[in-house]
């Protein structure tokens, strides 16, 4: 079953690993509704924009960087799990860095997923497919 209205949504300051991801989920015939932002502060604004998607409880994945300037990963993080309208949403956490320490605080915060970047793309694939009992179906 597709679900047309899956959206992923993608935080990261670095317009270069926005665009290898965007050519990731191209390549592998992924044609969901792909948003990106480049300034972290903007997170809230931005799924208050799509509020549709928010409100209905419609499959929304969220991809996060960790390292940014201003807000860092985590922080948002901690905002999305604690607010009662984003909460359910799920995130996988980008990161540099393989450091257990970083990977353990994720999944403590809430993440669905931890990928280590450069991303590999059927651990990319597996991230956005299942988070628990939370499916994301992509749209080939």
Do not use: Q, W
Not at 5 to 34: A, G, V
Request: with cysteine; net charge negative; charged share 30%.
């Amino acid at each position: 079953m597709k679900m047309e209205r899956t959206l992923i949504l993608m935080i990261d300051d670095d317009r270069d690993d926005i665009y290898s991801t965007r050519r990731l989920l191209s390549e592998h015939k992924i044609s969901n509704n792909f948003l990106s932002e480049i300034d972290p502060r903007k997170i809230i604004s931005k799924l208050d924009s799509m509020n549709s998607f928010v409100e209905n409880k419609l499959n929304i994945v969220i991809l996060l960087d960790i390292n940014m300037p201003n807000l860092d990963g985590k922080s948002i993080l901690r905002l999305l799990k604690t607010n009662e309208n984003y909460k359910h949403i799920p995130v996988v956490m980008l990161c540099t860095s393989d450091n257990p320490d970083d990977i353990e605080e994720s999944y403590a915060l809430g993440a669905s997923g931890y990928l280590v970047k450069p991303i590999v793309p059927e651990e990319m694939l597996r991230a956005l497919n299942t988070h628990g009992s939370h499916k994301i179906e992509l749209t080939l």
